[in-house]
């Protein structure tokens, strides 16, 4: 979040990001696609990964299901299976082939999804039995429903953390150089995280310690199944997609911050105070600046950037 002369482009500079030696400070962001049919990752994602691949940059692939549980859209990728790690292998190799760097978002939607999407038409998995309301599409037509969410055990979450420790050995399995684990933006961490979601009484819930274990037990089962050096987070402390806010972000954002530099891994993701909601840019007198001091590592943000708000702050890659 530091200024520079009108000299230079930090955007364009080069950083050397744990053992990855990036060209520059652009990262492709994890945009969900919805071309995945079946689960599966389709061949002519190989020419689209191929488009947005530089030597030496730094692409997130799309929202990645980690379970027959953690779907919220139709047609996302999935890496919990043999067949979805072999659709993945090629897509990987054509981004290595041009001198990318890759790395798989594993995701689960939580609540974020109706019985449709669900195995046997069950309901959908959350830190919460409350429901979400119908929300408008980023489109800004279409209106997206869901369904009751069933409020997970206590006894049932380490089975969902080990989901997310084999979705980070497959990604690596198929070729990706690390994960980003999602926990941003409203989906099932996000539904630990945020005090109006997560009204649990166990011991994941109540407390911001509390409501921050699910996250942080994720985090170290998968630096422990993969290294650390592979592993990235995202976190939308401010923002309110899907009814998923905090009554105070920052302590939200610096607690995670902090607690992660005891796991070591490879960059933090954050998403920055202006983007509240999809399609909104406003002014805010919060900032990341904290969470980037107290980060010990890598620190990506995004949130509507241009070109100018790059060059001003150089705050892609820092």
């Known amino acids: 979040m530091r ?14 990001m744990g053992k990855f030696d990036l060209s520059h400070r652009v990262v492709h962001a994890p945009m969900t696609r919805q071309r995945s049919f079946g689960g599966i990752a389709q061949p ?8 947005r691949t530089t030597k030496g940059g730094l692409l997130i692939a799309e929202a990645t299901a980690i379970s027959d549980t953690a779907k919220g859209y139709n047609n996302v990728p999935g890496i919990w299976t043999k067949e979805q790690v072999e659709a993945w292998r090629p897509i990987v190799d054509a981004v290595h082939a041009k001198g990318g760097i890759f790395f798989c ?25 409350n429901l979400v309301k119908p929300q408008v599409r980023s489109n800004g037509i279409d209106i997206a429903t869901f369904s009751t969410p069933r409020r997970l055990e206590t006894h049932e979450i380490p089975l969902l953390i080990n989901d997310f420790k084999v979705a980070a050995r497959n990604a690596v399995e198929a070729g990706f150089d ?38 942080l037990v994720v985090v170290q089962a998968v630096a422990n199944e993969i290294g650390a050096d592979k592993v990235g ?34 960059y933090l993701h954050m ?19 904290p969470m980037r ?11 509507g950037y241009d070109r100018e708000d790059g ?5 892609c890659i820092g």
């Open 3 to 16: 200024k520079t002369s009108d000299s230079t482009i930090p955007l364009l500079t080069p950083y050397k």
């Open 44 to 51: 002519h994602a190989i020419l689209y990964h191929e488009q």
């Open 105 to 129: 978002q594993i995701w689960h939607a939580g609540r974020v999804s109706s019985c449709s999407f669900q195995p046997n038409g069950q309901a959908p998995i959350s830190s919460t039995d």
């Open 178 to 215: 690390g994960v980003e684990i999602h926990g941003a933006h409203g989906y099932l961490i996000d539904q630990f995280l945020k005090d109006q979601v997560n009204d649990r009484t166990d011991k994941y819930g109540g407390s911001l310690e509390n409501r921050c274990r699910f996250a």
């Open 233 to 266: 987070m995202r976190i939308s402390p401010f923002a309110n997609y899907y009814e998923a806010s905090d009554s105070n972000p920052e302590a939200l954002g610096l607690y995670n911050a902090k607690a992660l530099n005891k796991f070591g891994i490879l």
């Open 271 to 289: 998403v920055e105070p202006r983007m509240i909601t999809v399609g909104e840019k406003t002014e805010t007198p919060h900032s990341l600046r």
């Open 293 to 303: 001091n107290a980060f010990e590592g890598t620190f990506i943000a995004a949130g």
């Open 311 to 315: 060059t001003i702050y150089g705050l």
